[in-house]
């Protein structure tokens, strides 16, 4: 069915795929180790995801993260902003625009 997906645990999947993208795009060591980590466990959940379809909607947990990992070089926090090269934040700021368009005129064509 057609429907909306979302709740506290794509915001999580956000958060997580977030801060594992600020961690690839400025290639600070902690972050980019944290992000290692977040990838994993959000690698794991997805696989469990795959056996519990019935109870666990893994789009918006999917969702989430591509979000989160999009957005992550556009809104970096200040401390890292000149840190993500202006390209990268060009680029996933006109990608997310783009989906955002796609997803919001795709329900009403038939």
Do not use: C, D, E
């Not at 600020?22 to 056996?51: C, D, E, R, S, Y």
């Not at 789009?59 to 809104?75: K, N």
């Not at 902003?81 to 990608?95: D, E, W, Y």
């Amino acid at each position: 069915p057609n429907s909306l997906s979302a709740g506290a645990s794509t915001s999580i999947f956000g958060l997580f795929a977030a801060i594992a993208g600020i961690g690839f795009f400025t290639g600070h060591p902690l972050l980019k180790q944290i992000g290692k980590t977040f990838t994993v466990l959000i690698a794991i959940n997805l696989f469990f995801n795959l056996f519990n379809l019935s109870t666990v909607n893994i789009w918006s947990h999917l969702g989430g993260a591509v979000g989160g990992l999009l957005l992550a070089p556009v809104f970096p926090p200040k401390y890292f902003k000149n840190s993500v090269p202006m390209q990268n934040r060009i680029l996933s700021g006109v990608t997310v625009v783009i989906l955002f368009m796609v997803f919001l005129i795709l329900p009403f064509i038939k």
